[in-house]
């Protein structure tokens, strides 16, 4: 409970700090880039933390990193669903349109259908083993998949998105960015931690059900 | 960091932070569903052990 209070008083410290900034270079007239970038980066984090386990669960074989990895998957893909949210109204803001098809709002699109697709795939599978294997495959899949459309497709295309914004902003602009990356990464972590507990104590009563 | 542009943008920090409050409350949430599950497979296997010594 100790770590959820500094978690709350964290992100509420990023939030106000992230309203009370002036706005940066390229970041015309709103605040919300500070829940919009690093929701994004904590996407990504979670999307990574997802196929670290995956390979974990291939080689220990423990269902507890298959929990986790599913978990980070999952949440992950809320905060992109967030993050591609608050992207749009930003966009509305700074472009007059919530959605223009720029490669980073397509790349972002693309990687959530591609964590769609690869629950969907698990959720076909009925033998419990099997369904882990493919999924641990799927997560270190889908982690080169989401680096692809969110890094490497927007550098491909010509894009509407701010290029090396921490690089021409102010150390204030930095700092509590760079606060909320953290406050968000926490948070993420926490979530997945308990979304993790829940699977791995529903797996515990199954498993007795059935003696 | 500006008060004035804290104030100006009032109306949006009250919606992010009412946002903000409803995560809160399910993390809080997900931390009471996580602890009562544990119990009761803790439960659960204690009462599994008890039934195994009794038949043994």
Redesign the interface.
């Known amino acids: 409970?100790i770590f959820?209070i500094i978690?709350?008083i964290w992100?509420?410290a990023g939030?106000?700090?992230g309203?009370?900034?002036?706005p940066a270079v390229q970041l015309v007239d709103t605040?919300?880039a500070f829940?919009h970038i690093p929701m994004a980066i904590t996407m990504e984090v979670a999307f990574l933390g997802a196929a670290i386990y995956g390979g974990l669960w291939l080689a220990r074989r423990r269902p507890g990193d298959d929990a986790m990895s599913l978990a980070f998957a999952e949440i992950g893909l809320w905060f992109g669903l967030i993050a591609t949210t608050t992207g749009s109204i930003w966009a509305k803001v700074n472009w007059n349109a919530y959605w223009s098809w720029d490669p980073q709002q397509t790349g972002i699109v693309a990687t959530l259908l591609t964590y769609a697709a690869l629950f969907a795939l698990r959720n076909a599978n009925d033998d419990e083993n099997k369904a882990r294997d493919l999924w641990a495959v799927y997560a270190i899949f889908g982690f080169i998949a989401a680096i692809f459309w969110t890094y490497m497709f927007r550098r491909l295309l010509p894009t509407l998105h701010p290029e090396n914004i921490m690089a021409q902003s102010d150390d204030?602009f930095k700092t509590?960015l760079r606060f909320n990356y953290l406050g968000f990464i926490l948070?993420m972590i926490?979530?997945v931690q308990?979304?993790a507990?829940?699977e791995r104590?529903?797996l515990?009563?199954r498993e007795?059900?059935w003696? | 960091m500006d008060v004035n542009v804290l104030m100006k943008n009032a109306p949006i920090v009250i919606v992010a932070l009412i946002t903000w409050g409803g995560v809160f409350a399910y993390l809080v949430r997900l931390e009471m569903l996580t602890r009562n599950l544990e119990k009761q497979a803790e439960i659960a296997r204690e009462q599994r052990d008890e039934e195994g010594e009794i038949s043994s």
């Open positions: 409970m959820n978690i709350g992100v509420t939030i106000l700090m309203f009370a900034k002036t605040p919300i829940m204030t509590v948070l926490r979530i308990l979304r507990r829940v104590a529903s515990r009563l007795m059900s003696m």
